[in-house]
């Protein structure tokens, strides 16, 4: 029987107060316990909600009925939603013994093994390429740090830009935040993004989409003799920057060459798929144009003769290694900023982590409430495993998520019963000396000797 999952992820479960989420839980026993072995069993192994049952059963020793879990997620209202994201902010907020001043924010799409559309589920843009599936659009707030800290959901056609404003609210009415920086990519970078957040009083640090800007600014932008030199961020390569206003906003820009050198690669393995497509008799000249990664290095001649545009080549190395960032923050350094987009990372990794590790996706509930309670058991689960995976950091031991979470699968006792007595013992398997560490870490002990069981 694995005890590890139950064990540590348990105890930070506890710690963050997620057995607090439901409405009355001494009066719900019954979804409380549902709901945490189900949030160790998506941690632990995630499956859909039928496997999962029984994968607790034999894996773990704990017996769940289906139609209880499903009773239990029936529970996860708006309200228990609302306390599950106040729990993981007011636990972020006490790592640091202090409010959060920097959110990153960033979107994804889930999409669901469905063909049919509702009122949430909805055909869009999807990020997993699955554009003929229904999805709904996952919208995330992390800390610096990486500590996700609330979310939204929104139907599955709406575009990630125009999503700004509802974060913006949560963050100051939920969490009561007014000083703040909203950390994100150039999906959200429209102009009225910018004057929303500058309407609001609020600073950001956004990337820039240097080749939408006038040829003026272009043209100063790949000039690279007034760059300077940036000393080294801590977790860089050497930069050479330039700073600009564009339209009233610090426009940052900086060049990297080992990025230079990447994006010339990839742009020439671009090219060699173009031209062995383009040497295939049986090639639809349609598709290439209508293909993004191809279209913009051809032009057309006559009626169906597609050629490689060398001139387009040639400009777009000149944008090599070039990347921009748009701000309205009055006191950072180049630098400081820099820093502070690379940070978006976090973003990505607990995207990363929700669905690949965790499987977020795809979705196999089928009606809005169900949905938006498999996302906040997802939630809960990512939650855990980021506090965990900081709480173990920052004591200098060096373990992925995903080390922890298989140190963890390591952790079992087998159960014996005396024939004569009728005592439970149970007898640790060998302990790995990581499991070891993490126990100490969280303050906990584990027996590495047989054991009685009351």
């Known amino acids: 029987m694995i005890v590890g999952i139950h064990e540590v992820y348990g105890r930070v479960y506890h710690e963050i107060g997620f057995d607090k989420v439901i409405s009355n839980p001494k009066r719900k026993p019954a979804a409380v316990k549902n709901l945490f072995h189900v949030v160790m069993g998506r941690i632990a192994n995630p499956k859909s909600k039928m496997a999962t049952v029984m994968d607790l059963s034999e894996n773990f020793g704990v017996e769940l009925s289906l139609p209880s879990v499903y009773r239990m997620m029936d529970q996860i209202d708006e309200k228990v939603i609302s306390n599950i994201q106040q729990r993981a902010y007011r636990t972020a907020c006490g790592l640091f013994k202090r409010k959060i001043h920097v959110v990153f924010y960033d979107c994804t799409t889930l999409y669901f093994e469905s063909f049919t559309e509702d009122e949430l589920k909805e055909n869009g843009y999807s990020k997993d390429m699955k554009f003929n599936q229904p999805q709904v659009l996952l919208a995330l707030l992390v800390t610096e740090h990486g500590l996700p800290i609330g979310y939204e959901v929104f139907p599955g056609s709406q575009y990630e830009g125009h999503t700004l404003e509802k974060a913006v609210k949560k963050i100051e009415d939920d969490y009561r935040i007014s ?30 989409r240097l080749k939408s800007m006038s040829k003026k600014y272009q043209e100063k932008i790949i000039d690279k003799t007034d760059y300077r030199i940036l000393t080294k961020p801590d977790d860089e390569n050497e930069y050479s920057i330039k700073e600009m206003l564009v339209n009233n906003r610090r426009l940052i820009v900086s060049y990297n060459e080992k990025n230079a050198k990447k994006d010339a690669h990839d742009r020439e393995k671009s090219i060699e798929r173009l031209i062995s497509k383009l040497r295939k008799k049986n090639t639809n000249p349609a598709k290439l144009i209508s293909n993004f990664g191809y279209k913009k290095f051809l032009q057309v001649k006559g009626n169906a003769t597609v050629e490689i545009n060398q001139e387009k080549i040639e400009r777009e ?31 990505e990794q607990c995207f990363r982590l929700s669905k690949h590790d965790l499987k977020i996706r795809p979705v196999f509930h089928w009606t809005p409430p169900r949905i938006k309670a ?10 855990c495993t980021r506090y965990l995976h900081y709480r173990i950091k920052t004591q200098h031991t060096t373990l992925s998520e995903q080390q922890i979470r298989q140190k963890l699968l390591s952790a079992q006792i087998s159960i014996l019963k005396h024939q004569q007595s009728r005592i439970l013992y ?24 047989p054991f009685r069981i009351n």
């Open 317 to 347: 190395k000149l944008w090599d290694g070039i990347h921009g960032i748009i701000t309205n923050h009055p006191n950072l350094t180049p630098e400081q900023i820099i820093r502070q987009y690379h940070g978006l990372w976090q973003v």
């Open 374 to 383: 498999h996302i906040a058991i997802c939630f809960m689960a990512l939650t």
């Open 179 to 208: 000083d703040i920086v909203f950390v994100a990519d150039s999906a959200l970078l429209s102009d009225d993004n910018l004057k929303l957040l500058e309407r609001l009083g609020k600073r950001y640090i956004v990337g820039a």
């Open 426 to 449: 149970g007898v640790p398997s060998s302990i790995n000396p990581d499991v070891k560490k993490i126990y100490h870490l969280m303050g906990m002990k584990i027996s590495d000797v």
